[in-house]
């Protein structure tokens, strides 16, 4: 069964000092690894899409990374503002294109 | 260009009371997917629909639960006979194919 696992639950950091979300999952033939920002109140924003080992992929403070087992979202010198919920899904082989969400980080940035 | 259009934004009913919610896809984008986020949990699949076609109906529940995405119009997930289990964010997203999906701001379902 497809899943996936994100760490840590929540992250507490200070203004300027950078860290990385996990994200391991297991799926029967990965056709891609999406990571959102989902503020409160509101629907997930897209971030970035991964397809394959390797891949990386930037986004001003945020770059995400992709293994066969896990990806990891990298913030460096965050800021307040990148303070929400950050969700990793998995999209596998087969003729749905469905997402299997993990239940998020939730990243708190103090000034 | 407008996103993924989604009302109501909230949504109170009583137990045993249908609920209707509408999801309008982004412009140009063909395929329709419902999610479910229950409070301290993920966002769970529920139904991916095509114009005038059902094609994974695998989350969602066997009962009081069913989506259309009719030619004209906007998709609507609408559960019938709500019960308190039913409260939720239902979140809806778009795409063209197999490529991101885009979400819209959800709708918030509180059963009393």
């Known amino acids: 069964e497809d899943q996936v696992t994100q760490s840590p639950e929540a992250l507490r950091l200070q203004e300027g000092e950078s860290s990385s979300l996990n994200c391991s999952y297991t799926?029967?033939?990965?056709?891609?690894l999406f990571w959102y920002r989902q503020d409160p109140g509101k629907g997930p924003e897209f971030l970035f899409t991964?397809?394959?080992a390797g891949e990386e992929k930037e986004k001003e403070r945020l770059k995400a990374t992709l293994t066969k087992k896990e990806s990891f979202l990298h913030i460096t010198a965050p800021k307040p503002e990148d303070s929400a919920t950050y969700l990793c899904a998995v999209q596998g082989s087969g003729a749905t294109n469905k997402l299997i969400f993990g239940t998020g980080t939730l990243l708190a940035v103090q000034p | 260009n407008a996103g993924v259009m989604q009302n109501p934004r909230h949504l109170v009913r009583r137990r045993g009371q249908e609920a209707r919610l509408r999801c309008s896809p982004m412009?140009?984008?063909?395929?329709v997917y419902w999610y479910r986020q229950l409070p301290e949990e993920g966002l769970k699949f529920m139904v991916y629909?095509?114009?005038?076609?059902?094609?994974?109906e695998s989350g969602m529940p066997k009962e009081r639960f069913s989506a259309e995405f009719p030619k004209e119009g906007p998709s609507i997930l609408r559960i019938q006979q709500v019960v308190r289990g039913d409260s939720a964010a239902y979140f809806c997203?778009?795409?063209?194919?197999?490529?991101?999906?885009?979400f819209g701001p959800g709708t918030r379902l509180t059963v009393l």
């Open positions: 629909l095509q114009k005038e076609n059902i094609i994974d």
């Open positions: 412009k140009g984008h063909s395929h």
């Open positions: 799926v029967s033939g990965l056709r891609g």
């Open positions: 991964l397809y394959s």
């Open positions: 997203a778009s795409t063209r194919g197999a490529n991101e999906q885009f």
